[in-house]
């Protein structure tokens, strides 16, 4: 089925950095959601966008409604060793069945404290 | 808010038999429930959605005689594997929607399912 090219695939930084990672399609989605995964446990829901060009954060995350409605990227800002986890975006596509998310293969990023 | 809950965590079976997962949404109700499937580091591949009442709607490739999928009450959706296999092994995944929640989902914590 339809996936969403999410990068980088794997991330490992240092304790404090900035971590940045996005999605991208090639057609048009009218939700762009991204959530977090710990090892054995369902994703939890960190932000949902609604709006081209929306910007929306929560705590030290930060995500944007590319402007294209194509793309969107998350930023976590000074990481801690708990951001560890596999992070997905998920979209809804403007066109066809839109109940269901599109979902990207996700972003694993290890934190070395 | 927006809290769902499933059991079992974890289930081991041997092949041949059935097994049912439940999902709950406990704070809100869900018109719309999703069940995924997920190998190893990898993505969420959706098997079906459900809506209350009605048949759920399965993705290519998935077998509904062997997944079957009860969608009874705004609360609760049922994922039964039947004649398990040992291909079967995987972890499954129930998301809910709510009317309050546009196209947000929110995921229980997943069922282990071992088939041996």
């Known amino acids: 089925g339809q996936q969403l090219n999410q990068s980088p695939q794997s991330m490992f930084i240092q304790e404090g950095e900035d971590v940045s990672m996005n999605c991208t399609s090639s057609?048009?989605?009218?939700?762009w959601l991204w959530y977090k995964q710990d090892p054995g446990e369902g994703p939890v829901l960190l932000i949902a966008?609604?709006?081209a060009g929306e910007l929306t954060s929560n705590g030290r995350l930060t995500a944007q409604f590319g402007i294209t409605r194509k793309d969107s990227f998350l930023n976590i800002s000074a990481s801690i060793p708990s951001d560890v986890g596999i992070y997905f975006c998920?979209?809804?596509?403007?066109?066809?069945?839109?109940?269901?998310?599109?979902w990207g293969l996700g972003t694993s990023l290890a934190v070395n404290p | 808010g927006a809290v769902v809950s499933q059991h079992p965590s974890w289930v081991i079976c041997k092949s041949g038999t059935s097994v049912k997962i439940e999902c709950r949404s406990l704070d809100f109700q869900a018109t719309t429930m999703f069940w995924y499937r997920q190998f190893p580091k990898q993505s969420l591949m959706l098997m079906a959605t459900s809506n209350e009442g009605s048949k759920a709607t399965y993705e290519q490739g998935v077998e509904k005689d062997k997944f079957l999928i009860n969608h009874a009450s705004l609360t609760l959706s049922t994922l039964t594997v039947t004649s398990a296999h040992p291909e079967d092994s995987s972890f499954y995944i129930c998301?809910?929607?709510?009317?309050?929640?546009?196209?947000?989902?929110?995921f229980g914590p997943g069922t282990r399912l071992t088939v041996t």
């Open positions: 057609s048009i989605f009218n939700t």
């Open positions: 998301s809910a929607r709510g009317l309050a929640h546009s196209y947000e989902q929110y």
């Open positions: 966008l609604y709006k």
């Open positions: 998920a979209g809804r596509p403007n066109a066809g069945n839109n109940r269901k998310l599109i």
